[in-house]
């Protein structure tokens, strides 16, 4: 099987060495259903291709022939991307459609992007495939607008931020976004800065089908800030920037990229209640409506692929994603909750000045501040080290107390746990045994109904969490003795099976410590009561 990997660990690595990250746990299905959206168009015209995009149309102050020129920015896939040897690029005036070329004839572009300068009638672009099995094919029409001014414009800067790196339903977008142009009059001599603060900006967003490229501006949609909605969702978003004309022209578009190449999806927010080698328990806000399905779509090098996994709902909005070991610790890169939703992780991150909510793609790893910790555990008997053997019990994934970890202390009484013990949920139980002694637990109680739960970790030094059981609780064991009446016989066995017909988990019936009650444990006591006859 090849590597995949559900929720990487390494999301927030960056921002772990400036602020420590405090996932916000999500309360299982608090949103209710899964919100119904309309389906988008998937089809592709015959004998076309897609990817064509204006980026920025700008003036410029060259005059020929009667006539204003204007550098048209366009760009789109490499022809070899799509199996082709070259492009060329067609335009209209009026309603011919006329080959874009110089003194050398038609001109070939072999690579992503063209800057044409063409007549102020030009009113479309298209490209045309030349080789490979594409050939002959078009790509979807641009239709553009050319800017008339008496200014001609230079698009000096724009930059935006992360925040935009994730086109979600609810999630404002480009209110970080910066933008600048040069206007010059000719008339005058001078040139003018505007911003994207100007009163002489211009803003317009568009839909954009995915699949046919085709454009719908959004009614109402004309600030430079944008919150997508539910009719957003399946579609990219567009932003246009314009002149007024009477003091800047141009027309500038910024396609929304983000890690879902600029598709509106609706957010689910998650946070795991578990993390363990046999799965993970997920808390989703909102209920999904195919789990099963919605929770195992995995792609690898773009190839779908399904995850080796069993989802079972605990309740709604709550999944057990039990999957083994020796799949699980692999890393999967998931697209989760289908082609319309996606499934996310949401930090609260405080920088020091008030918490941020961030947003990250859906990811089968721990987030920072719930990874793997280190434990230790001193074991003394009257207060000198003594060497015993320790176990760390915590649930599984369906809730029985387990076997985590177990080992021997030293000479000194020590021993670290390095591996396997996460800080996510609510710690486990540590207990530590000797030779002809019963089980002690943290903090030196005799049941696990006293003992206290031990969540690993480092303190302010970065020294693993350390804890002290003394043995001196324990009295003298009756490996069997089950229910405690001084006597291993039939009795201790009938409690190993009920306690295995309630699917509950009692350490004392572990009579062989293998972590878990079983009939191996009913052998067990039935060996010691031949041997004391």
């Not at 501006?217 to 004309?222: R, S």
């Not at 760390?392 to 080992?407: E, F, Q, S, Y």
Request: include cysteine; glycine fraction near 8%; hydrophobic fraction near 35%.
């Amino acid at each position: 099987m090849k590597k995949i990997s559900l929720f990487a660990v390494a999301l927030f690595s960056a921002v772990t060495t400036m602020a420590q990250p405090t996932p916000v746990d999500v309360e299982p299905g608090v949103k209710g259903p899964l919100p119904t959206v309309a389906s988008i168009d998937k089809t592709v015209p015959a004998n076309q291709f897609v990817g064509l995009q204006l980026n920025r149309i700008t003036l410029t102050s060259i005059i020929f022939n009667g006539h204003y020129y204007y550098e048209t920015w366009l760009s789109f896939p490499e022809p070899s991307d799509l199996g082709g040897e070259y492009y060329t690029l067609e335009y209209t005036v009026g309603d011919t459609w006329e080959t874009f070329s110089n003194s050398d004839g038609a001109v070939h572009f072999t690579y992503d992007n063209a800057i044409p300068s063409t007549p102020s009638g030009v009113t479309k672009y298209r490209l045309r495939m030349h080789g490979g099995d594409m050939d002959g094919y078009v790509s979807n029409t641009i239709t553009t607008e050319h800017p008339t001014s008496n200014y001609p414009t230079h698009v000096s800067g724009w930059a935006t931020s992360d925040d935009d790196m994730f086109i979600l339903v609810g999630r404002e977008q480009m209110k970080n976004f910066t933008f600048s142009v040069d206007a010059h009059d000719t008339s005058k001599g001078t040139m003018e800065e505007y911003t994207q603060d100007s009163e002489y900006m211009r803003f317009q967003w568009y839909r954009r089908n995915p699949y046919n490229y085709d454009m719908t501006a959004i009614a109402g949609a004309t600030k430079l800030t944008y919150t997508p909605t539910l009719d957003d969702v399946g579609y990219e978003l567009v932003l246009e920037i314009s002149g007024d004309r009477d003091h800047c022209g141009f027309i500038f578009r910024k396609p929304l990229s983000g890690v879902y190449n600029g598709i509106v999806s609706v957010p689910v927010a998650s946070s795991p209640s578990y993390y363990g080698p046999d799965g993970i328990i997920l808390n989703t806000d909102y209920v999904l409506s195919d789990p099963a399905k919605q929770l195992v779509h995995v792609e690898y090098m773009d190839e779908p692929e399904p995850l080796p996994a069993t989802i079972v709902t605990k309740k709604p909005g709550q999944y057990a994603i039990i999957c083994p070991d020796s799949v699980y610790m692999s890393w999967y890169e998931t697209d989760l909750a289908g082609d319309d939703y996606k499934l996310t992780f949401q930090y609260l991150v405080d920088w020091g000045d008030e918490p941020e909510l961030w947003i990250r793609e859906a990811q089968f790893g721990l987030p920072a501040g719930r990874l793997m910790a280190p434990l230790t555990v001193n074991t003394v008997l009257d207060g000198s080290p003594v060497q015993a053997t320790v176990d760390v019990l915590g649930p599984d994934i369906n809730g029985n107390i387990v076997m985590k970890a177990t080992a021997t202390t030293d000479e000194n009484g020590t021993v670290t746990f390095d591996e396997g013990l996460y800080t996510l949920g609510d710690g486990y139980y540590v207990r530590a045994h000797t030779a002809g002694k019963t089980d002690v637990y943290y903090p030196g109680v005799s049941s696990m109904a006293q003992a206290t739960l031990v969540k690993p970790g480092q303190d302010e030094d970065w020294n693993p969490v350390a804890i002290t059981i003394d043995l001196k609780g324990g009295g003298t064991a009756k490996n069997g003795d089950v229910n405690g009446d001084n006597t291993v016989d039939v009795a201790d066995i009938a409690n190993i099976i009920d306690i295995m017909a309630k699917g509950t988990n009692n350490p004392q019936a572990d009579v062989n410590k293998d972590g878990t009650v079983d009939v191996a444990d009913i052998a067990a006591i039935i060996d010691i009561m031949a041997s004391s006859h």
